[in-house]
T-cell receptor
Framework: NAGVTQTPKFQVLKTGQSMTLQCAQD?????MSWYRQDPGMGLRLIHY???????DQGEVPNGYNVSRSTTEDFPLRLLSAAPSQTSVYFC??????????????FGDGTRLSIL | GENVEQHPSTLSVQEGDSAVIKCTYS??????FPWYKQELGKGPQLIID?????GEKKDQRIAVTLNKTAKHFSLHITETQPEDSAVYFC???????????FGAGTTVTVRA
């Protein structure tokens, strides 16, 4: 049981490039989410999904896209990377419960630098 | 969205002493209050949580207290050990927007 797996662990991009951060979980959790972590600001919700085919915006969605074609996978896409998107990105999953009020299982993050 | 304030931002304690971290929130519809521990290079890990129908919860050396009237909750770590050194985050779940909002984090250092 691997839990939540994020790839890659590190990535450096140039401004304007695109990329996809991968997230996979093997716990059959319905709820999955993406956060970004910046110094002094805690974790901020980017997008979340309550099941395959259903996604919604979080607190800071601009510049990011998501899709959920399977229960297991929830990729995060940066369409045109900007320096302001330099951050550590965490994916989390949990049983559905009340749409997020269940213990979240986090991956170990992707450290992304935009030059 | 929910406004979560966490204090202090850094906390240094002597091994064996207690550590207390406090969080306040603004939305009275909030009903779930987890605490996460994050070690260097890792993702946050849940250490304890409490729901709005409970005032206090304890798990070995860790306890959380909730005051719904005052809209604040606290994490208490007793008999601190070096392995307790980490960043701790509080979080608040609101039924109004179905989202979990995090505090800014507290860096705890336990001195041997």
């Amino acid at each position: 049981n691997a839990g939540v797996t994020q790839t890659p662990k590190f990535q450096v991009l140039k401004t304007g490039q695109s990329m996809t951060l991968q997230c996979a979980q093997d716990m059959n959790h319905e709820y999955m989410s993406w956060y970004r972590q910046d110094p002094g600001m805690g974790l901020r919700l980017i997008h979340y999904s309550v099941g395959a085919g259903i996604t919604d915006q979080g607190e800071v969605p601009n510049g990011y896209n998501v899709s959920r074609s399977t229960t297991e996978d929830f990729p995060l896409r940066l369409l045109s990377a900007a320096p302001s998107q330099t951050s550590v990105y965490f994916c989390a999953s949990s049983p559905l419960g009340g749409f997020g009020n269940q213990p979240q299982h986090f991956g170990d993050g992707t450290r992304l630098s935009i030059l | 969205g929910e406004n979560v304030e966490q204090h202090p931002s850094t906390l240094s304690v002597q091994e064996g002493d207690s550590a207390v971290i406090k969080c306040t929130y603004s939305d009275s519809a909030s009903n779930y209050f987890p605490w996460y521990k994050q070690e260097l290079g890792k993702g946050p890990q849940l250490i304890i949580d409490i729901r709005s129908n409970v005032g206090e919860k304890k798990d070995q050396r860790i306890a959380v207290t909730l005051n719904k009237t005052a809209k604040h909750f606290s994490l208490h770590i007793t008999e601190t050990q070096p392995e307790d050194s980490a960043v701790y985050f509080c979080a608040v779940y609101s039924r109004n927007d179905y989202k979990l909002s995090f505090g800014a984090g507290t860096t705890v250092t336990v001195r041997a």
